[in-house]
């Protein structure tokens, strides 16, 4: 198959199946005579578990980790399920963060809607921003 075909079958760019197969993703083989890049069935499994891994998360670099185990006989699993499990640890951590952020913009807003508006007097510049942290609980 040409990057074209391989692109209306799975969906994905011409752009990233290039990228891919350019980064060592996807491996192709070259036709002899014109060396235009032929692309299987393998490499459509390949780009549709890339597609997967992304979903989930990974790197293009954990990613082709996981194809060198693979490739190797190992098994990625406890790799996999290690990445993921720091992942899920990190994204709370971030979830914990912009639930504060939210509930402190929101706060805000709550306290801006009662305050009016007040022109800059050369020592402000908008005091609903520099009057926030005398209100903020």
């Not at 639930?99 to 609903?128: F, S, Y």
């Amino acid at each position: 198959m040409k990057v074209s075909q391989v692109a209306v079958k799975t969906g994905v760019s011409p752009y990233a199946i290039r990228y891919y197969t350019r980064i060592g993703l996807l491996t192709p083989a070259r036709q002899s005579g014109n060396g235009c890049r032929r692309f299987t069935d393998a490499d459509v499994k390949h780009l549709s578990f890339i597609r997967k891994a992304q979903k989930l998360g990974f790197t293009l670099k954990e990613i082709r980790t996981i194809f060198e185990k693979s490739r190797a006989g190992q098994t990625p699993c406890p790799l996999v399920r290690e990445i993921v499990q720091r992942r899920v640890v990190e994204n709370l951590k971030q979830l914990e963060g912009v639930v504060a952020l939210q509930r402190n913009m929101e706060r805000a807003l709550r306290r801006w809607k009662k305050m009016p508006d007040h022109a800059p007097d050369g020592d402000t510049i908008c005091h609903l921003i520099e009057t926030h942290d005398r209100h903020a609980a």
